[in-house]
């Protein structure tokens, strides 16, 4: 289950996007969510998702 607290959801993302898979899109179909709920959820509080650095910042 994914973290509701904006600042620790964004460090698992983060984290596993670091650690562990190749994309965000890799990371949502292993995990089972959805990628474009929780990229509105990171850009809502300011977050964008860099596709190179493969990270939200």
Do not use: C, Q, W
């Not at 994309?23 to 964008?48: N, P, R």
């Amino acid at each position: 289950m994914l973290p509701k607290d904006v600042n620790m959801l964004l460090s698992y993302i983060n984290m596993g996007l670091r650690d562990k898979y190749e994309d965000l899109s890799d990371m949502a179909s292993s995990e089972g969510f959805d990628e474009e709920e929780i990229t509105g959820k990171l850009e809502a509080a300011g977050y964008h998702y860099d596709k190179e650095l493969k990270r939200f910042y």
